[in-house]
């Protein structure tokens, strides 16, 4: 690891995870934090000898520009991704916590926006917002493309803001036992995706550059998919929401806690023609791209076309497909932990990324 940070280490992919391991975990080392989950599941003893209270916990901090995009802001994205992990953990996002970091300059209106979309996005999410704080630093003035696919006004040189979030959910009584995990793939199990992947990604970099499309960002809430589930009677192994580093670090991140293999079908993954032209303009590829509305779960063999129909259902999940499939590791023979099966009928590593997944997206 480098002496001093590097943007790659915001990336969400192997520079992250080398940071937490060698900075964050060896100082804050503790069993809920040694499972690496995006949201931690905690017990709290009753006092008066009744059963333990369980709580699932998730914090982020969010750093995209432009504030506005197409399909969203930083104040939707803020609950969205936080809520999201809560739901990954197979609770019922119930709180939130808010902190803003305002640079001098912004504007009250824009502030004011972004904080209405908060307060709607947390209705829908069925989340309080119960504390924040709020902190003023000197202004940075930040040029940013105003492009047609930038649809927020006047951004060139605007002062902006940073959000930190912090979700507490609660389980059901009826919740699935064991609960989803990232440890919990088993041999034989069947991987889900539930929609089209890169297109927040693709959404910011347009904006950024400048560049006129008609892609929008997939900022949503994943509750409609994990209640489907649920209503289904379908109990997910695994459940990860699919956000910085994309697809490809998320199953490199499953198979080494679960000490499995995943293999899965290139000709399956989703991909949006006008996401899949401009990664094609770009060389980007859609696994390595962040998400803000897609989840990749895992179910049994028996379970699985069941669950792809009620998950296909829903609006957030109309475009799901069955990806791939998970096997027991095979160290003698050398194979990777991810591979893809190629149109060609070969069959290659899929690596998580490295480096900087550039811009920032979340």
């Not at 900075?23 to 499972?35: D, E, I, Q, T």
């Not at 509305?293 to 009620?310: I, P």
């Amino acid at each position: 690891m480098k002496d001093t940070i590097t943007l790659a280490q915001g990336s969400g992919g192997y520079d992250s995870a080398e940071l937490m391991k060698e900075v964050f975990a060896k100082h804050f080392a503790n069993p809920v934090l040694a499972r690496l989950e995006d949201a931690a599941t905690v017990e709290i003893e009753n006092a008066g000898g009744g059963a333990a209270a369980r709580f699932a916990i998730a914090t982020d901090t969010f750093v995209v520009k432009p504030l506005f995009f197409p399909g969203g802001d930083i104040g939707k994205l803020a609950v969205c991704g936080t809520a999201n992990d809560v739901l990954m953990s197979g609770a019922d996002p119930r709180f939130l916590t808010c902190g803003f970091v305002l640079e001098a300059g912004l504007s009250i209106k824009r502030l004011d926006r972004i904080c209405a979309s908060m307060a709607e996005t947390a209705r829908e999410a069925g989340m309080t917002i119960v504390a924040g704080d709020t902190k003023v630093i000197e202004g940075c003035g930040r040029k940013v493309s105003s492009g047609t696919n930038n649809t927020d006004e006047s951004m060139d040189n605007e002062a902006g803001l940073l959000v930190n979030t912090t979700g507490v959910g609660v389980f059901r009584a009826d919740a699935p036992v064991p609960l989803p995990s990232p440890s919990g793939l088993l041999p034989g199990d069947r991987l889900i995706v539930s929609g089209t992947l890169g297109d927040h990604h693709a959404c910011i970099l347009s904006a950024r550059m400048g560049i006129q499309n008609g892609i929008k960002s997939d900022c949503a809430l994943l509750a409609p998919i994990t209640h489907a589930l649920s209503e289904a009677g379908v109990a997910a192994h695994a459940m990860r929401d699919v956000t910085r580093g994309g697809l490809a670090t998320v199953l490199n991140e499953l198979a080494a806690a679960s000490s499995a293999r995943i293999e899965i079908d290139e000709n399956a993954i989703p991909v949006d023609p006008e996401v899949h032209a401009f990664c094609g303009i770009l060389g980007l590829d859609p696994l390595t791209m962040g998400n803000e509305g897609k989840m990749v779960f895992a179910v049994s063999e028996a379970d699985a076309a069941h669950a792809l129909a009620a998950v296909r259902a829903t609006v957030p999940g109309s475009r799901a497909a069955l990806i791939g499939e998970i096997y027991a590791p095979e160290p003698e023979n050398h194979l990777p932990p991810v591979l893809r099966r190629t149109a060609i009928g070969g069959k290659a590593r899929v690596d998580m990324l490295y480096g900087e997944g550039l811009p920032r997206i979340c």
